[in-house]
């Protein structure tokens, strides 16, 4: 389903946290100019999140509130994303400290995937049903 113009800037955000999530992954492959060792994708996942998704997850939430009333659907889903935001903030703010960062780092890649997947999937199409136009240009107004 093509997104509507005013969630995709979201759904293009999107994109380079799959590939956080990829490289955050054990075993994950090679990836040019990525880095390899556990510090360096530490070091840069800290650095996206401080960069990028920490006002992505804003953004978004923002969003939802703004989205409240189209459906009860997207309120039961708007819960969800919160929820899932906070537990990710946890896992990427413990990711210095964390006694095993390999793990971490791999609880933390399934759970941005999933998460990002639930809103590409569910979130995303449901708001294009159910908010009317009026409503989606006023996310765009809010996320530009």
Known sequence: MKRHESIAPLSRDHHNT??????????APVYRD??????????YALQQFEA????????????????????????????????????????????ETAIDPVETMNTLAELLETHIRK????LFPLLQQECSEEMLQQIHGQLH
């Open 18 to 27: 799959l590939l956080l999530a990829q490289l955050l992954k054990k075993n």
């Open 52 to 95: 990028h998704i920490k006002k992505h997850f804003l953004q978004e939430e923002k969003m939802l509130e703004t989205a409240k009333d189209c459906s009860p659907e997207i309120n039961r889903l708007a819960g969800e994303i919160k929820t899932e935001h906070l537990a990710l903030t946890g896992l990427f703010n413990a990711l």
């Open 119 to 122: 809103e590409e999937r569910v």
């Open 34 to 43: 990525m880095p390899v060792d556990t510090a360096g994708k530490v070091k």
